[in-house]
């Protein structure tokens, strides 16, 4: 029996480490669900592990991509797959860490097969986001699909065109077609969410966007800033610095609206991860009954008997 043990939650929340620490002790590799982290330009603000995190444990999907990249969820799943069966050809267990759940569920799960979309459709919603504002899509979109309006990144104007596209060519919700059937897959999840109460997850993440700013993220968004149309710069962390450089604001109201929308991100995040039945939800300092929960899932009666205390880190 194969193994996919994902680490999941929202930012800021300590995957990195126990990530980390389990990939060591089942002597195996990781691979990255953060989309954000596949691209090499974006550092700071992305949270990468470090370089010595990387050099501990090997890792995929990291700095793999440059942000003018066209690179879509369905191409990670077919790469993922293709790492996963290499890894698995000498080793039951692969570890996934990261926070986009839509690509740890193409992974998991598969991507649902969807309707063709025509030219027409996504010309049309396109031009209506670039004349009217991306509020236009929202109000659409919560009008066609509520469900998939709640758990969508409502900042997103590619998931919102992206839905509406569905919507509009199949007179369907679009989270009609993801609630398909499951795709089989030769291994089997096994989901840890990290857990925090909310007001102490959002310390976090203020103390982790403090700590961005020391390490002069405002430098990093700068040298990106001439790329600000790109998909990938439509990020928390660095799309409320450009109202800053257009001086619409101060530089506090720029670090205030990062510090509030990575806590509404993260908030849509745990949103996703709760909908995971068979999820064990923990704090990561809960080692030994992370690992009582793995093993209850492989099946084994015992916990391992190695003691690793994964330091406190901001993710």
Not at 127 to 145: N, R, S
Not at 188 to 195: E, L, V, W
Request: aromatic share 12%; net charge negative; proline share 3%.
């Amino acid at each position: 029996m194969k193994y996919l043990i994902v680490i999941a939650g929202p930012t800021a929340s300590g995957k990195t480490k126990l990530g980390i620490e389990l990939a060591k002790l089942f002597n195996t590799e990781i691979l990255s669900a953060d989309s954000r982290q596949f691209y090499r330009e974006m550092n700071i603000g992305t949270a990468k592990p470090s370089a010595e995190e990387l050099a501990a444990v090997k890792h995929h999907f990291v700095n793999n991509l440059s942000i003018q990249d066209n690179y879509t969820v369905g191409d990670y799943e077919k790469d993922a797959l293709r790492i996963l069966d290499e890894i698995y050809a000498n080793n039951d267990v692969a570890l996934m860490v990261g926070g986009s759940g839509l690509f740890i569920q193409a992974v998991c799960d598969g991507l649902n097969e969807f309707p063709e979309v025509t030219e027409e459709i996504r010309d049309d919603l396109t031009k209506t986001y670039k004349k009217h504002g991306i509020w236009v899509l929202q109000k659409e979109l919560k009008e066609k699909d509520p469900d998939y309006f709640e758990i969508v990144d409502k900042n997103n104007q590619q998931r919102l065109i992206r839905a509406l596209e569905i919507c509009r060519v199949s007179g369907k919700p679009y989270s009609s077609f993801r609630n398909q059937p499951k795709e089989e897959r030769i291994f089997t999840p096994i989901y840890i969410i990290m857990d925090w109460e909310r007001e102490e997850l959002y310390d976090r993440i203020n103390l982790r966007v403090d700590m961005m700013m020391r390490d002069k993220l405002i430098d990093e968004v700068k040298s990106l800033a001439d790329y600000r149309h790109l998909n990938a710069l439509q990020s928390v962390g660095y799309q409320e610095f450009f109202g800053y450089f257009d001086e619409a604001y101060d530089v506090y109201e720029a670090i205030r609206l990062v510090k509030r929308n990575s806590r509404r991100y993260a908030k849509r995040q745990m949103t996703w991860f709760r909908k995971i039945e068979e999820a064990g939800f923990y704090n990561p300092a809960e080692y030994e009954a992370i690992l009582a929960f793995i093993n209850q899932k492989m099946g084994k009666t015992t916990t391992d008997s190695e003691n690793i205390e994964p330091e406190n880190t901001q993710d």
